[in-house]
């Protein structure tokens, strides 16, 4: 596992607590398209922003079949932006869709404070690199009382075939995240601290998608590397 800027969060002060927040941590690369290597051809996308905490995603996501979703409610202090990426290929368009929700549901986790939250398991694949990250963030925050509040902004989504090839073999899905906007929570006090400005808030997240083997229409997340300090995200 790839791990950067992650401390022991009930060492620190909130002025080095923002730091790790949604900090970047990768699974194992076997399996992953060259994973930050590689930027991901995109399909002709053409975008426009979607904003509010459960929408954005990829047009063409739409045609997959109708899927039974756990809700993620955000509170009014804490908004996720996804910009939206046009996509012909239902399938590319499906698994973009779910990466995003992945992300927001990892988000959500640590806004539940709840290292067992359903919403990440929905979107990862069990006990896999993807799903272990998602716990993993979730739990450094839950431990540390901090949570998020803000606006996180997803742009630049792009997808292409992993190895194996096709709606089988899965798709790899780049996008860039940009935390400025964000501000760390301490819950125990109540006081809310900002992310100093810098590349440090710019990530480009690389999420190997694949089809669920229980539910038709889902695609979930099976290894996931978030660089940090992305200057291609700026």
Request: proline share 5%.
């Amino acid at each position: 596992m790839n791990r950067s800027r992650v401390l022991p969060l009930a060492a620190v002060s909130l002025t080095t607590a923002a730091a790790l927040l949604l900090t970047g941590c990768g699974g194992d690369d076997s399996g992953s398209a060259d994973k930050s290597k590689d930027k991901a051809a995109g399909s002709d996308a053409k975008k426009q922003e979607s904003a509010g905490a459960e929408t954005g995603g990829a047009d063409g996501a739409d045609q997959a079949p109708e899927v039974d979703r756990p809700a993620m409610k955000f509170p009014k202090d804490m908004n996720m932006i996804f910009e939206k990426t046009k996509l012909s290929d239902p399938d590319q368009a499906a698994a973009l869709n779910d990466a995003e929700n992945y992300a927001r549901s990892t988000v959500y986790g640590i806004i539940k404070q709840d290292p067992e939250d359903a919403a990440y398991k929905f979107y990862s694949e069990p006990k896999s690199p993807a799903a272990k990250y998602a716990k993993y963030q979730i739990d450094k925050h839950a431990s540390g009382d901090l949570s998020l509040s803000g606006e996180r902004r997803h742009s630049d989504a792009k997808v292409q075939p992993a190895k194996g090839g096709g709606k089988k073999g899965g798709f790899v899905v780049t996008f860039c995240s940009d935390d400025s906007k964000i501000k760390g929570k301490d819950l125990q006090s109540g006081t809310t601290f900002p992310f100093e400005p810098g590349l440090q808030n710019f990530w480009l997240w690389t999420v190997d998608m694949v089809p669920s083997k229980s539910t038709e229409g889902l695609w979930v997340a099976h290894d996931v590397v978030v660089k940090d300090k992305a200057k291609e995200c700026q």
